[in-house]
């Protein structure tokens, strides 16, 4: 009898045949965070300023500040988009720090704080779907955020990274370099960190 009770209580769990809801969820949000890190797509640059070959001569102890905006790329995202960008440059340069900021809030003390103790800054703006007023209206607020950045930073080299499926051209003229990608794939993003150190 106390065999049997054994057995049953160390018996194999039955397998299903068919997920559940939720590792299906879970299995989908692995398929769209992919760590293929084996694909890049390389942005359009334009640089006007020395602010490329500066972060290739960035010592080791020097932070670089990722500033991205806390916005959501889609409906269903369930993580930070910047997050394959953040990684990236991290790969190249040991200290970035990846802060988010609100656009409709602009620039904080923290962010003042990071930026203080910087070695460079990259500064994200992006549209979100769909183009509209309220859309117009954040893509102001992130680029009057980008300017306050370039107004503290002017020690530091600073690039713009602008992800949008339209150029922007006119609006980012006033920033020395800046790195164009159409999408938030972490392909796109990850092309970002390879054009920036390479």
């Not at 790329?73 to 988010?100: N, T, Y």
Request: charged share 20%; with cysteine; proline share 6%.
């Amino acid at each position: 009898m106390g065999e049997l009770r054994a057995r049953s209580r160390f018996a194999q769990p039955t397998v299903q045949s068919k997920p559940s809801t939720s590792i299906a969820s879970l299995e989908g949000a692995l398929k769209q965070t992919s760590l293929d890190e084996t694909t890049i797509e390389l942005p359009a640059v334009r640089s006007s300023d020395s602010a490329l070959s500066a972060f290739h001569v960035l010592d080791d102890d020097e932070d670089v500040v990722l500033f991205t905006p806390a916005i959501r790329s889609s409906s269903s995202q369930i993580m930070d988009p910047f997050e394959p960008l953040g990684r990236a440059l991290s790969k190249h340069h040991v200290r970035v720090r990846h802060v988010p900021y609100v656009p409709k809030h602009g620039m904080t003390e923290t962010h003042a704080a990071f930026l203080e103790h910087a070695g460079a800054a990259v500064v994200v703006l992006c549209d979100v779907p769909p183009s509209s007023k309220v859309a117009a209206e954040l893509y102001k607020q992130q680029h009057a955020f980008a300017r306050a950045v370039g107004q503290m930073s002017d020690e530091i080299p600073m690039l713009v990274v602008l992800v949008s499926e339209s150029s922007h051209s006119s609006s980012t003229l006033e920033f020395g370099t800046v790195l164009h990608v159409a999408s938030f794939s972490p392909s796109a993003l990850r092309g970002i960190a390879q054009s920036i150190f390479h």
